[in-house]
């Protein structure tokens, strides 16, 4: 079975460092191939010193942690070695772990996803067994901290995780693609709120979103905090997607890699040709259609590249005829990219105060320039400025301004004349406002239609 399952899953993209994954723990008729999948992205040749299980309890209801730590797990293909000495390092050094024996008798969210490693991995391995019961972030947090040392590029972490619980196909395809399009924005806050929208929405038979969502929060807990963490989503199926699957009533599942880069470093990000193509035409389609009817265009997060679920900042600016006619964006990362783009799109056709909203009798005449931002790093000195690569955002109380890369070369500013216009008109401060606020520089990159 799990030969036949790692035929037909997704191939490995070689992404470097992967220190977790997320994967399904179902029947593996259903979830089987989802989860081959998500271990297909492990290099099978890595000897890690330990790999990390967490997965929710389903049968023993706890605030915590259980870490199973007198014994080892056994499958039809062997055992595999429990670290005992780290189990019993977690269940001593932290309040929030035990090391109770009844929350793994029965679980499956665990011990499911051992055949995938005993089938891939060329080397033995141990494991860390951790059943999570948790009801707050309070308590993922709490995980978190204790594990955190751990999440290196030496061990493994599985997440074991299904996502929607028994909507109909269409229903679990929407929801999970929010909830999935969350985890990957890398935000605990994010998905915390996803989740309740979910719920809110009131979908027929949605029991929940995600049932290791402790597990996932207890993961993103340790990453949100390290800028050079990647996710990428490998794989969406449910259980409709089975032979013989009832699409009437499904769960959901997600394959998710998180890498890093190596020794901590981030790697640089970057747009290709296509990926641009789709986010102008993701703002072309948004200002038309809502200009038109009034109406915002769904977006299927499934249609676009890992690069576009990244939680980036984005301006998106309007020209008539060369001339500016609306730019608006903003600087927080907690959406993916294409979300971003679409609503700033929107916003700046109809919510820059400057300008009239545009009409449709305009849209001929209008062109689309997107800047996707860097993260922002605060300077202590001008001097670190360099005119034409950097933007700037200028911070004082509650008065704040901003001035794209592109300003500076298009109006052949000085650098004092870049800061005192940014204080002065932006920021609303005075020209000599910059002196005494918080200064912060990020770069972006910058396309529009004319190199589509």
């Known amino acids: 079975m799990l030969r036949n399952l790692f035929s037909h899953a997704a191939p490995s993209r070689h992404i470097p460092d992967v220190v977790a994954i997320i994967a399904p723990h179902a029947g593996y008729p259903f979830s089987g191939r989802v989860a081959a999948s998500s271990f297909n992205q492990i290099d099978p040749g890595k000897q890690y010193e330990n790999i990390f299980l967490l997965g929710p309890s389903h049968y023993v209801g706890f605030e915590g ?37 009844d929350a793994h008798a029965k679980e499956h969210s665990v011990e499911v996803e051992i055949p995938f490693l005993q ?21 993922c947090d709490l995980i978190a901290e204790a594990l955190r040392p751990y999440l290196n590029l030496r061990n493994l972490f599985v997440i074991s995780t299904d996502f929607s619980h028994y909507p109909s196909y269409a229903d679990a395809n929407a929801v999970d693609s929010a909830t999935a399009d969350a985890v990957l924005s890398n935000s605990v806050r994010r998905l915390a709120g996803t989740m309740a929208s979910n719920e809110g929405r009131k979908v027929p038979n949605l029991v929940t979103s995600m049932c290791g969502w402790s597990c996932v929060m207890t993961l993103l807990s340790m990453t949100q905090d390290m800028p050079h ?93 060369g001339s500016l006619r609306g730019c608006i964006g903003h600087f927080e990362s907690d959406e993916p ?34 800047s996707v931002l860097t993260p922002m790093r605060r300077i202590s000195s001008v001097d670190d400025i360099e005119l034409g690569r950097d933007g700037i955002y200028i911070k004082k109380g509650s008065h704040a301004g901003t001035f794209l890369p592109q300003v500076a070369t298009e109006t052949g500013w ?20 910059w002196k005494d606020a918080d200064i912060y520089v990020y770069e972006a990159l910058v396309f529009d239609e004319s190199q589509r």
């Open 414 to 433: 000085t650098k004092e004349e870049f800061l005192g216009h940014c204080a002065r008109d932006k920021a609303g401060i005075g020209w000599d406002g």
């Open 229 to 321: 963490a990647q996710l990428t989503r490998i794989e969406y199926r449910n259980s409709g997607d089975a032979e013989g699957g009832d699409r009437g009533r499904v769960v959901g599942y997600c394959a998710i890699t998180v890498s890093l880069a190596a020794g901590g470093n981030p790697q640089p990000f970057s747009l290709d040709k296509r990926e641009k193509a789709d986010l102008l035409a993701i703002a072309r389609n948004a200002v038309e259609q809502y200009v038109k009817s009034g109406t915002v265009p769904a977006l299927d997060s499934s249609r676009y590249s890992a690069g576009l679920g990244t939680g980036c900042g984005a301006f998106v600016t309007l020209k008539e005829k």
């Open 337 to 370: 990219l294409f979300r971003v783009v679409q609503e700033m799109a929107l916003a700046a056709a109809t919510q820059d105060y400057r300008f009239q909203p545009v009409a449709a009798d305009e849209l001929k005449q209008i062109s689309i320039e997107i």
């Open 119 to 139: 089938y891939l991995l060329k080397g033995k391995f141990s494991i860390v067994p951790i059943v999570v019961g948790a009801s707050t972030q309070e308590t």
């Open 65 to 101: 942690a259980s870490v199973y730590a007198d014994g080892d797990y056994v499958t039809p293909l062997g055992k595999v070695p429990v670290n005992k000495d780290i189990a019993r390092k977690l269940s001593a050094s932290s309040r929030i772990f035990s090391s109770r024996t």
